[in-house]
């Protein structure tokens, strides 16, 4: 669903009552790693929603429900879902169909042994593992320089506690020659400072609170950041569609309803949805493939569920 750690919010979700991942909840997320952990579809018996893709999702929660903030941020580890609509619907019902879906959808019963084994095999535990539909936020107003340090701490954090930003980013500040190839002194100043992250726990504490305290120290370190990680992260387009061509191949696999190569290739799909580059360029790829039919309907269905799910977010952002 998420690649770097997205502001989110959660439309629905398992836990209705108490402090928790509730509806309206907000907090930093990301996939925990789709290669070791990748997304699992259920089937599902409706004429409308044909199954869901599960995704496990770390998320670094600086609001629960509709309260104003934590008092400190705090992460957890859910079950992210995607409802996919069944391609012989009407484009113009996805809307009520997905509505109706949120409302209906803490009813659900996830003490059932599908549920169960999903959790286990996705995030190797099933107790206090909540369910949530999340979109993104469009942060129209935030400004990471300005925010609170609380939610500053929650997305840095969250950004480098994922394994290949933490090695990629060490790829390219842990010798002064590779630090010096940086274009400009601000940059390289910083780099040498981001390095204090992999030596201790301790140190990489002492790092955020540092940088967090002054918008000056927070623009610099963001701005590094956004230029390491323009570095890296083509590579992370690039096997997208390598997956997704290689999946598609004509002739490879039988795309029929329940079939195990049509349940991937949802999967495959909806990977970083949220990620409009990744997400376009897959639907280009199923567009043009001769591997299946109905190919433009599907196409057409994740497109607008991914459109209304953004638009719920934003109904729930302004509450």
């Known amino acids: 669903m998420f690649s770097d750690p997205t502001r989110a919010i959660v439309l629905s979700s398992s836990h209705t009552k108490g402090v928790g991942p509730r509806i309206g909840s907000i907090g930093y997320a990301s996939s925990i790693g789709i290669e070791l952990h990748p997304s699992r579809f259920i089937q599902l018996n409706s004429q409308f929603v044909t199954g869901l893709v599960l995704t496990a999702i770390r998320m670094s929660f600086i609001r629960y429900g509709y309260e104003k903030r934590r008092p400190k941020y705090e992460v957890k580890l859910i079950l992210g879902v995607t409802p996919i609509i069944n391609e012989l619907k009407k484009t113009e019902e996805v809307d009520s169909i997905i509505s109706t879906f949120i409302d209906k959808f803490p009813k659900?019963?996830?003490?059932?042994?599908?549920?169960?084994?999903?959790?286990?095999?996705?995030?190797?535990?099933?107790?206090?593992?909540?369910?949530c539909i999340l979109a993104p936020t469009k942060n129209t107003d935030l400004d990471l320089?300005?925010?609170?340090?609380?939610?500053?701490?929650?997305?840095?954090?969250?950004?480098?506690?994922?394994?290949?930003?933490?090695?990629?980013?060490?790829?390219?500040?842990?010798?002064?020659?590779?630090?010096?190839?940086?274009?400009?002194?601000?940059?390289?100043?910083?780099?040498?400072?981001?390095?204090?992250?992999?030596?201790?726990?301790?140190?990489?504490?002492?790092?955020?609170?540092?940088?967090?305290?002054?918008?000056?120290?927070?623009?610099?370190?963001?701005?590094?950041?956004?230029?390491?990680?323009?570095?890296?992260s083509r590579k992370l387009l690039q096997n997208h569609d390598h997956h997704i061509c290689n999946l598609l191949l004509e002739g490879r696999y039988t795309f029929k309803k329940g079939t195990e190569a049509m349940n991937t290739l949802y999967c495959k799909l909806t990977e970083f949805m949220f990620i409009d580059k990744a997400f376009d360029s897959k639907l280009d790829v199923l567009k043009k493939s001769k591997a299946l039919k109905n190919k433009e309907l599907i196409?057409?269905?994740?497109?607008?569920?991914?459109?209304?799910?953004e638009s719920m977010a934003d109904e729930i952002s302004e509450k």
Request: with cysteine; proline share 1%.
């Open 299 to 309: 196409a057409d269905k994740l497109k607008r569920t991914k459109e209304v799910l």
């Open 145 to 232: 320089r300005t925010c609170s340090e609380m939610e500053f701490c929650a997305w840095f954090n969250s950004f480098m506690i994922l394994e290949y930003n933490k090695v990629s980013i060490w790829r390219s500040i842990h010798k002064e020659n590779v630090i010096e190839r940086l274009r400009s002194k601000e940059m390289r100043d910083c780099a040498r400072l981001l390095s204090m992250y992999y030596r201790s726990k301790n140190e990489a504490d002492d790092l955020v609170n540092y940088v967090s305290a002054f918008p000056e120290r927070r623009d610099s370190m963001i701005k590094l950041i956004r230029a390491l990680k323009a570095t890296y």
């Open 108 to 131: 659900t019963d996830f003490t059932t042994h599908s549920w169960l084994s999903t959790k286990m095999d996705l995030i190797n535990k099933t107790d206090n593992i909540e369910v």
